[in-house]
Structure formats: C-alpha cells, structure tokens
C-alpha cells in the first residue's frame, strides 16, 4: 500500500485543528501508519526542505516549520500521495479551493497548516527522515474490504 508522509504544522497544532484535519485524513479511508507528536529541528528542517534552499522563502519557512511542535503521520491507502495532496489543496491558502484543508482553514501563502510529499520518491525519503522501519505499522484494517476492492487497479 502507498505511503506518504503529511505534517500538521504549527499553526495546525497551536489553532487546535489537529483533530479536525486528521479527520478529514481518516474520513477519505487512508490508514495512520505512524503518528507522534515532536518539535522539528533546524537540522532536520534544512534536511527536509533542503529542495527549497536559496528560495525567497527559505528562512522564512525554516523558522515557522520549527516554531511549535508538529504532528507527524505517516498515512497508507490505495494513491495515498495523490489523494491526500488533493484533500490538502493548492499551497497558498488564498488559492487553494473550497472544500480542501488549506482552502477551509486558512488564508496565508506560509503558514499552509499541513505537508504532504510530493511524488514516490520524496515520500520514501521523508518518512525515512522522521520515522524509523520500528516504528511503523502495518496493521490490517477491519473495513479494508469496503475501503477498496483488491482487484482494482
Ligand atoms: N512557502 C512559502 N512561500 C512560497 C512558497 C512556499 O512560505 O512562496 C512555504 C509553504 O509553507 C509551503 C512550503 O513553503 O507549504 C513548501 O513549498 P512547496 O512549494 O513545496 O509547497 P507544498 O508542497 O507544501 O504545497
Ligand atoms: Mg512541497
């Protein structure tokens, strides 16, 4: 099953959305993988947004991705990078489109509430930064035949 990695940032923690957003998550029929609750680092912070260095909105981003905690998921599903950048919505909160997370909760180009990889291969390197192989679960869900049928493709 896919994975990907989603961040709740700080402003989604300190507004108190976490529940609401994880929701939206759950609701779509994507399973929680892995969760906790941490302060990111300025370290892991470059490492992780180490595509968007020498950008206008580099510094800006370091500081407010490592300004309060985070919640951090790992969450699977059938196109589960795909589909949770669509519940996310555009970037900029001003854009983003009515009904998505970004476009519901917020109105600034930074402060975006939550991240979602990207493509296959940034998902595998995100969750390898935040998560060790421990500390991830595979675990069967109950409503896993009705969440999506094995022989679709
Ligand atoms: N960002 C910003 N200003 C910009 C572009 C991006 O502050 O002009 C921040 C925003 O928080 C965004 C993050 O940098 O979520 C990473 O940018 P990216 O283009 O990767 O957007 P995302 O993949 O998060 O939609
Ligand atoms: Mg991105």
């Given at each position: 099953?896919?994975?990907?990695?989603?961040?709740l940032?700080?402003?989604?923690?300190?507004?108190?959305?976490?529940?609401?957003?994880?929701?939206?998550?759950?609701?779509?029929g994507?399973?929680?993988?892995?969760?906790?609750?941490?302060?990111?680092?300025?370290?892991?912070?470059?490492?992780?947004?180490?595509?968007?260095?020498?950008?206008?909105?580099?510094?800006g981003?370091?500081?407010?991705?490592?300004?309060?905690?985070?919640?951090?998921?790992?969450?699977?599903?059938?196109?589960?990078?795909?589909?949770?950048?669509?519940?996310?919505?555009?970037?900029?909160?001003?854009?983003?489109e009515?009904?998505?997370?970004?476009?519901?909760?917020?109105?600034?180009?930074?402060?975006?509430?939550?991240?979602?990889?990207?493509?296959p291969?940034?998902?595998?390197?995100?969750?390898?930064?935040?998560?060790?192989?421990?500390?991830?679960?595979?675990?069967?869900?109950?409503?896993?035949?009705?969440?999506?049928?094995?022989?679709?493709?």
């Amino acid at each position: 099953m896919e994975r990907t990695l989603i961040i709740l940032k700080p402003d989604c923690v300190s507004r108190r959305l976490v529940g609401r957003i994880i929701r939206r998550f759950e609701d779509k029929g994507l399973t929680i993988a892995g969760m906790k609750l941490m302060r990111i680092s300025r370290e892991l912070a470059e490492r992780h947004y180490a595509g968007h260095a020498g950008k206008p909105f580099y510094a800006g981003l370091i500081d407010y991705i490592t300004s309060g905690p985070v919640v951090v998921m790992v969450l699977a599903g059938p196109g589960a990078i795909a589909v949770c950048r669509k519940l996310m919505g555009a970037t900029f909160g001003p854009q983003a489109e009515p009904g998505t997370i970004r476009g519901d909760f917020g109105l600034s180009r930074t402060f975006n509430l939550v991240h979602g990889s990207d493509g296959p291969e940034s998902a595998a390197a995100e969750i390898a930064l935040y998560f060790g192989p421990g500390e991830l679960m595979d675990v069967p869900m109950p409503d896993a035949a009705w969440i999506n049928r094995p022989d679709e493709a």
